[in-house]
């Protein structure tokens, strides 16, 4: 029985890449996404035609017991999870406070925070009684400075930085290797930024900031760096590290 990587948030960016990552040094990727059956299908197509091995499922992880009946359906059917990789993303779009529904406000946190709440109240028992694990979370520039039309993502965000701290206090000395990294910058995927952005605008960002000139995030090379925080030893964990192209300036100084 192969050990489990769960990634919540398994899109063609980072959350698919990362499973593909996973998947390639001997997990069974489980995927899970909230819509488009189809690209699921086919990021599960590409691990398997690639020699792995990975189930996927679409799910709306902020719909009632739909998290925690997922968890146990995957610990009883297919195997221990033994790294989490939460990528949800919690992004309503630009909006003026005014703009700003309390509906909105509160989805960007049931996405970016409760969820990862509800997963962790699942699966940090079933860790801490095997005698170890690893969450890996993925963040945003969001957590460390708000902006204007960002009132929910911001503080969803931020929330979810302040979240994974108290679940590293807690579990950490138990065994359990909490992380979570901040994408400061653009991604190069096509699923969220060129959905954000439309087709065209897209392609020209790529060509002027992408491809040779290295100036939007590659989700290969930050699968790279998820696989490296699960493969810490436990005296040298990191907790928190940041990600950006090398032309883009940092969020504390943009």
């Keep these: 029985m192969k050990p489990v990587c769960l990634v919540m948030g398994a899109g ?11 998947a390639r040094e001997g997990y069974h990727a489980v995927l899970c996404r909230r ?9 599960v197509s ?37 790294v989490v990789i939460f990528n949800l993303g919690a992004q309503i779009g630009d909006r003026a406070l005014a703009d700003t529904s309390q509906k909105q406000f509160e989805l960007g946190w049931r996405m970016a925070t409760l969820a990862l709440f509800r997963v962790a109240q699942c699966v940090c028992p079933l860790m801490v009684e095997r005698g170890g694990g690893t969450i890996l979370v993925t963040s945003a520039t969001a957590a460390m400075r708000g902006n204007a039309g960002q009132h929910s993502h911001a503080a969803a965000m931020a929330g979810r ?6 679940l590293n206090a807690e579990f950490s000395p138990k065994g359990i290797h909490v992380a979570q990294i901040i994408v400061d910058g653009a ?4 699923d969220t930024l060129g959905k954000m952005l ?11 900031k992408g491809k040779e000139n290295d100036g939007l995030i590659l989700p290969e090379k930050v699968a790279e760096t998820y696989w490296h925080l699960a493969q810490q030893h436990r005296s040298a964990w990191t907790h928190e590290l940041d990600l950006r192209a090398h032309s883009d300036r940092p969020w504390w100084n943009h």
Aim: hydrophobic share 35%; net charge negative; aromatic share 4%.
């Design 12 to 22: 063609a960016g980072i959350g698919g890449t990362v499973a593909k990552k996973f």
């Design 35 to 43: 819509s488009d059956e189809a690209g699921l299908e086919k990021l």
């Design 46 to 82: 590409q691990i398997e035609s690639d020699g792995g091995s990975a189930s996927g499922y679409l799910m709306n992880a902020v719909e009632p017991d739909v998290i925690e009946d997922r968890i146990a359906q995957i610990e009883k059917d297919i195997g221990p999870i033994e």
């Design 161 to 166: 930085r302040m979240l994974c701290q108290s």
């Design 187 to 190: 991604v190069d995927a096509p």
């Design 198 to 208: 439309g087709p065209e605008k897209f392609a020209a960002l790529r060509d002027s």
